[in-house]
């Protein structure tokens, strides 16, 4: 299957600060990605669309402006966790829409506030 | 209508045994239906996918069921081993939106 590499796998930071997650998908372009956030023993939440090029589509409840995403190349989308607090904490997770319309996730980002 | 049913939630099997989770969507427009499995802090790897055309789809020990008048499908993993010990979820989504629906989960543990 297509590979997706997701950086970093995990991150500690002070409430307050800024984190950016990215997410690569290493042997075939896509040009849509999608983030999800993952809490404990419970399913994927899709956060939003990212479409190469144009503006990412937010799910209904997502903060655009809590969470920036950025999908500046076919490779390539980013997510910044902006003036992250305790709440934030969760595991994220990117996908990579395949050319024959799979899926394929990165292994995920534990992002920790202190 | 965009949900889709997963159970059951936990599952103990013994080893060698056979896994089955079943899954129950609503939309009729849902034409594609992976089974992805993830391990504890790891992100989910799709397994296998089946699309309406076919009932069943077999790839090694895992095979997915399909009823279409039912709006079911399920995953049976046999000759269950420990190493399957993971959470297993279905997902469905409609050609031209891309949209992957999931299930709620179901957290396998295959005892040795």
New interface residues.
């Given amino acids: 299957?297509a590979v997706?590499s997701?950086h970093p796998s995990w991150v500690i930071c002070k409430s307050g600060t800024s984190v950016k997650i990215e997410c690569r998908s290493l042997d075939f372009q896509a040009t849509?990605m999608?983030w999800y956030r993952q809490f404990p023993?419970?399913?994927?939440m899709?956060m939003a669309?990212s479409n190469e090029g144009s503006k990412a589509t937010y799910e209904q409840g997502v903060e655009k402006d809590k969470f920036l995403i950025n999908h500046a190349s076919l490779t390539l989308s980013t997510l910044t966790v902006t003036s992250a607090h305790p709440e934030d904490s969760s595991?994220y997770?990117c996908?990579a829409?395949g050319t024959t319309?799979?899926?394929?996730?990165?292994?995920?980002s534990?992002l920790t506030v202190l | 209508q965009q949900q889709v049913k997963q159970s059951p939630q936990s599952l103990i099997v013994q080893k060698g045994g056979i896994s089955i989770i079943n899954c129950a969507y609503e939309n009729t427009a849902f034409d594609y239906f992976p089974w992805y499995q993830q391990f504890p802090g790891k992100g989910p790897a799709l397994l296998i996918a089946i699309r309406p055309d076919v009932s069943e789809k077999k790839e090694g020990r895992f095979t997915i069921s399909f009823n279409k008048s039912a709006k079911q499908f399920s995953l049976h993993i046999m000759d269950s081993q420990p190493g399957d010990s993971a959470t297993y979820f279905c997902a469905a989504s409609a050609s031209g939106t891309y949209k992957y629906i999931f299930g709620t989960g179901t957290r396998l543990k295959v005892l040795a």
């Fill in positions: 299957g997706v997701q849509t999608f023993k419970q399913s994927l899709l669309t595991f997770i996908s829409l319309g799979e899926l394929f996730f990165g292994e995920g534990r």
